[in-house]
T-cell receptor, first 112, second 114 residues
Framework: EAQVTQNPRYLITVTGKKLTVTCSQN?????MSWYRQDPGLGLRQIYY???????DKGDVPEGYKVSRKEKRNFPLILESPSPNQTSLYFC???????????FGDGTRLSIL | DAKTTQPPSMDCAEGRAANLPCNHS???????VYWYRQIHSQGPQYIIH???NNETNEMASLIITEDRKSSTLILPHATLRDTAVYYC???????????????FGRGTQLTVWP
């Protein structure tokens, strides 16, 4: 089954403790992207990747890192999480940037 | 800087057509219009996309005006399960490394009532 898988689905952690949210897709898609969603603000793009080893900033990249060493994986790294990064996060992928995106089920992060 | 403008909310009676508008007055000639929806806090779901011609699939119809400055998503027979936030997006202006940037905005909350 074609899917985008995010882990963990839920995480409560403390300020400053490094964490990684994994994202994996099994569709051989070139384009992958991370979004965060906060009440009243819709979806905002954090980082995206056009292909392996090609990543770039979206609208709200501060405090986040990404890597794209393999085509299927696009982890989101919070080196020193802070409470303002408490949010619902979505990973998405598509064949190309102009193609319909497939979204994961989301990861709800709470930073205390 | 918004790429699209949508009303924050709309409602519709079950069984009636839901018509969701979107303004994209700065759209370029080769940019597609995409529609997604998000039910509760689930991952957004692709609905339909188009360039200049009207499009229809099993979920919805997309009507794009001749000047391409606006579009309307039509759910022909809305059901309670169509209650969701609907997002209209276009590719952002091409500014070098921003090719992959996608702007979802706040969308339109559609409520279908019995």
């Amino acid at each position: 089954e074609a899917q985008v898988t995010q882990n963990p689905r839920y995480l409560i952690t403390v300020t400053g403790k490094k964490l990684t949210v994994t994202c994996s897709q099994n569709m051989n898609h070139e384009y992958m992207s991370w979004y965060r969603q906060d009440p009243g603000l819709g979806l905002r793009q954090i980082y995206y990747s056009m292909n392996v080893e090609v990543t770039d900033k979206g609208d709200v990249p501060e405090g986040y890192k990404v890597s794209r060493k393999e085509k299927r994986n696009f982890p989101l790294i919070l080196e020193s999480p802070s409470p303002n990064q408490t949010s619902l996060y979505f990973c998405a992928s598509s064949i190309q940037v102009y193609s319909p995106q497939h979204f994961g089920d989301g990861t709800r992060l709470s930073i205390l | 800087d918004a790429k699209t403008t949508q009303p924050p909310s709309m409602d519709c009676a079950e069984g009636r057509a839901a018509n969701l508008p979107c303004n994209h007055s700065t759209i370029s000639g080769n940019e597609y219009v995409y529609w997604y929806r998000q039910i509760h806090s689930q991952g957004p779901q692709y609905i339909i996309h188009g360039l200049k011609n009207n499009e229809t699939n099993e979920m919805a119809s997309l009507i794009i005006t001749e000047d391409r400055k606006s579009s309307t998503l039509i759910l022909p027979h809305a059901t309670l399960r169509d209650t969701a936030v609907y997002y209209c997006i276009v590719r952002p202006p091409d500014r070098g490394s921003t090719l992959g940037r996608l702007y979802f905005g706040r969308g339109t909350q559609l409520t279908v009532w019995p």
